[in-house]
């Protein structure tokens, strides 16, 4: 059974930082891509940052320079550390796993983390 459980959102103040945890069971985690997601209320999901198996990221041009993607093979995890937050990061962040093969593309979500900017 996969899982992808994600950690560390919550209320910060505009400027301020969180990092964002996403633990994953039930694959093998070091083949797949792993991505950030955020979906703000009334708006689509849509994708924040993404790190392949091989480590190149890339980001949503609304976020590069302030928030890095990373991740740790040993311990099947992805983070998502974002700093000088502003009021318009408020959104449901999800974690995203994404295999490639051939023919078959396996791809599964976190439940989301509430992530609010606000003074």
């Known amino acids: 059974q996969v899982q992808l459980v994600e950690s560390g959102g919550g209320l910060v103040q505009p400027g301020g930082s969180l990092r964002l945890s996403c633990a994953a069971s039930?694959?093998?985690?070091?083949?797949?891509?792993m991505g950030w997601y955020r979906q703000a209320l009334g708006k689509q999901r849509a994708l924040v940052a993404r790190?392949?198996?091989?480590?190149?990221?890339n980001y949503a041009d609304s976020v590069v320079g302030r928030f890095t993607i990373s991740r740790d093979n040993a311990k099947n995890t992805v983070y998502l550390e974002m700093n000088s937050l502003e009021p318009e990061d408020t959104a449901v962040y999800y974690c995203?796993?994404?295999?490639?093969?051939?023919?078959?593309?396996?791809?599964?979500w976190g439940q989301g983390t509430q992530v609010t900017v606000s003074s």
């Open positions: 995203n796993a994404v295999f490639t093969g051939f023919p078959d593309t396996y791809g599964y």
């Open positions: 039930g694959i093998i985690f070091s083949k797949y891509t």
């Open positions: 790190i392949d198996s091989g480590g190149s990221t």
